[in-house]
């Protein structure tokens, strides 16, 4: 019996358990749950022994994202013990940040487990971010070193997606593995949504709708407990949909396509898959937009940086920063970007809307 079986027990139920001497009363079990409360509760720790005076929380591992913006943004990266999610349409760099992030973990020495749910995920690829970034690299951390500390899982279904998060899991609490865990990363949670099969039990359009919210919350579960128990940071991708304001109606409605409006003039923007539900089990979402050639990453959601927005592009060796050509080439990118975007978009964007 684990300490958590047992607090999960009264008083009275710990005295009838066999195990007990005859001589043991009901003050001697008060004394015994006190003990065992001392042993397993996490001792207080003050904010200021917490930090350790860069601004970052010294105990907490953080995964690069290969864009140097972003990670000063959210403190270091992305966090051991989040789940951070990247929303963004299809071709806005979901991937690449995935592959990218993942390289940089595996090549400081730590373990990689990949969910690729749409297979999006390409050893060639691979091979061609680790030659680009080489010179950022530790010496040691050739093609073979990288590819050998990250593990691709492969799900078509959301049956096999939740495998494949029990085999993550197994995967990154194996203690006995000489390698440290480093990351986790499901690309995507979106796609394998709909795939959830019919039962007696759910043949029903809003019995299906209740199964689906079901398995998304039974996903999020799983993946903030792995956050928290393997101490790493997981990271996921989502699609978004597009969201349509009626001005005769209150509030959003979620629509898959302009078409389905009839004709009504609303106002578009999009909001990111899963709902509400999927919403609360991720601690920090990152918007990825593209508007014409100039690409940005808005932190929309997250308990370590404000509401902000940095260009970044994708090239050989994966996701970046803007290449800087001179002094001011980074107020004329992110002037450039801002720029690009519809003035309705602009104004959404720069009050962090989504």
Not at 123 to 138: F, G, N, S
């Amino acid at each position: 019996m684990c300490a958590k079986d047992l607090l999960e027990l009264s008083e009275f139920d710990v005295l009838g358990l066999s195990c007990m001497d005859d001589g043991v009363n009901y003050e001697d079990v008060e004394t015994f749950f006190r003990l065992v409360v001392d042993a397993v509760t996490p001792p207080l720790i003050s904010a200021y022994d917490m930090d350790d005076g860069s601004g970052s929380v010294s105990a907490i591992c953080c995964a690069r994202s290969g864009v140097g913006a972003l990670d000063s943004a959210l403190r270091g990266g992305f966090r051991a013990g989040h789940v951070t999610e990247l929303v963004g349409q299809s071709g806005a760099g979901k991937t690449q940040f995935c592959m990218t992030a993942s390289i940089l973990a595996a090549a400081s020495g730590r373990r990689v487990v990949y969910i690729d749910t749409e297979n999006k995920f390409r050893p060639q690829r691979l091979m061609e971010i680790v030659q680009a970034r080489k010179i950022d690299l530790p010496s040691h951390a050739d093609l073979e070193y990288i590819g050998q500390n990250i593990f691709v899982l492969s799900a078509t279904t959301s049956e096999e997606l939740e495998t494949a998060i029990a085999e993550a899991k197994a995967q990154l609490l194996d203690h006995t593995n000489p390698i440290q865990a480093g990351l986790l990363i499901v690309d995507s949670m979106a796609s394998l949504s709909e795939s959830v099969r019919p039962t007696k039990r759910t043949r029903s359009e809003k019995q299906q709708r209740i199964a689906k919210h079901e398995m998304i919350a039974r996903q999020g579960a799983a993946l903030k407990l792995i956050a928290n128990a393997a101490k790493v940071p997981v990271l996921v991708t989502n699609q978004v949909k597009s969201a349509y304001k009626n001005p005769n109606r209150r509030g959003w409605e979620i629509r898959g396509s302009i078409a389905e409006t009839g004709g009504r003039q609303e106002t578009t923007s999009v909001s990111p898959a899963l709902g509400n539900t999927w919403a609360h089990s991720v601690n920090v979402r990152i918007f990825l937009e593209n508007y014409g050639t100039s690409r940005g990453v808005r932190v929309a959601k997250s308990s370590s940086s404000e509401v902000r927005c940095m260009p970044f592009e994708i090239a050989n060796c994966g996701v970046r920063d803007v290449v800087q050509t001179s002094k001011d080439t980074n107020d004329d990118d992110i002037d450039d970007f801002l720029s690009a975007m519809p003035d309705d978009q602009l104004e959404r964007f720069m009050k962090g809307e989504k």
